[in-house]
């Protein structure tokens, strides 16, 4: 089955305390993205990769990290969360180009940072 | 770049009632138009685009969406919505002719009413 897979699906953690969020695709999909889910505010997004060791920021990289190293694998890293990243993460991929391809979506991971 | 608007954060309606998702959005270059749909505690899921062709757009459960150029909208409609229509709404744009980002709208939140 074709599907991005974002571990794990609910996270708490304390202020400072490094984590990492995984994310990994079956499709082949160049591109990858992380967004943020916030109430009021959609989804925004945090950084993405063209292909294998190509990221950039996007509208709210700020606290993240975030590399490409293999083509299915695209992990957010938080080296040091504060509670202004509690939030809805999601990870998603498609093709590049110039089709007007929509994204897949993971399932979403929750995070709280106390 | 491109922004968008979702003109109703929460849109209360009946069960077997019409509903109308308001989307508006402005981007300096042409855009695909997309509607994703969020299930209570789930990811997101493509309900339609738009990528050229008939303005109006038929999705998956009974949604259709119609593009106005002029008026730059794209708003969702449903003639007689169900209970499980209930869930937030996304409205997105992608630039047609570079890059693959995704941006979204604040998101509506249909609440269908028995």
């Known amino acids: 089955e074709a599907q991005v897979t974002q571990n794990p699906r609910y996270l708490i953690t304390v202020t400072g305390k490094k984590l990492t969020v995984t994310c990994s695709q079956n499709m082949n999909h160049e591109y990858m993205s992380w967004y943020r889910q916030d109430p009021g505010l959609g989804l925004r997004q945090i950084y993405y990769s063209m292909n294998v060791e190509v990221t950039d920021k996007g509208d709210v990289p700020e606290g993240y990290k975030v590399s490409r190293k293999e083509k299915r694998n695209f992990p957010l890293i938080l080296e040091s969360p504060s509670p202004n990243q509690t939030s809805l993460y999601f990870c998603?991929?498609?093709?590049?180009?110039?089709?007007?391809?929509?994204?897949?979506f993971g399932s979403g991971t929750r995070l709280t940072v106390v | 770049a491109q922004s968008v608007t979702q003109l109703d954060s929460q849109v209360p309606v009946f069960e077997e009632a019409p509903v109308e998702l308001r989307c508006n959005y402005s981007?300096?270059?042409?855009?695909?138009l997309f509607w994703y749909v969020q299930y209570p505690n789930q990811g997101l899921q493509l309900l339609l685009k738009?990528?050229?062709?008939?303005?109006l757009v038929k999705g998956i459960n009974g949604f259709e969406a119609e593009f106005n150029k002029s008026q730059t909208s794209f708003h969702l409609r449903k003639p007689s919505v169900h209970i499980s229509d209930t869930a937030e709404y996304f409205c997105a744009v992608k630039p047609r002719a570079a890059g693959n980002k995704l941006t979204f709208g604040g998101g509506t939140r249909v609440l269908v009413k028995p």
């Open positions: 738009y990528l050229s062709g008939s303005t």
């Open positions: 981007s300096s270059v042409s855009v695909y």
């Open positions: 998603a991929s498609s093709f590049t180009g110039q089709l007007g391809y929509g994204y897949t």
